[in-house]
């Protein structure tokens, strides 16, 4: 769905993950829709919200490239633009 609107992006991937639920299909999706994050509440025997953290350390980022239950919580883009100078 890349190339469309977030909203219609959003309603596609979603559409397509209940599809795979509805066939009892086993996939892994990888999204910055933090909303798809929302189906797990809706659906816990079939959708597990699984994430990568990263760890900002002053100036500095570190991955330790560990699966962690849930959704992601550090803003690693807003760090990068702040380190540019970019505010909002």
């Given at each position: ?83 540019m100078g970019i505010t909002g």
């Amino acid at each position: 769905m890349k190339g469309t609107n977030s909203r219609d992006q959003h309603r596609g991937a979603e559409a397509l993950i209940l599809q795979m639920i509805k066939l009892r299909a086993m996939a892994l999706v990888a999204t910055h829709d933090l909303a798809l994050g929302e189906l797990a509440a809706r659906y816990p025997d079939n959708v597990q919200n699984l994430c990568f953290e990263i760890d900002i350390q002053g100036e500095e980022m570190h991955f330790d490239y560990q699966l962690r239950q849930g959704i992601s919580q550090n803003l690693n883009a807003t760090f990068l633009l702040q380190k540019m100078g970019i505010t909002g």
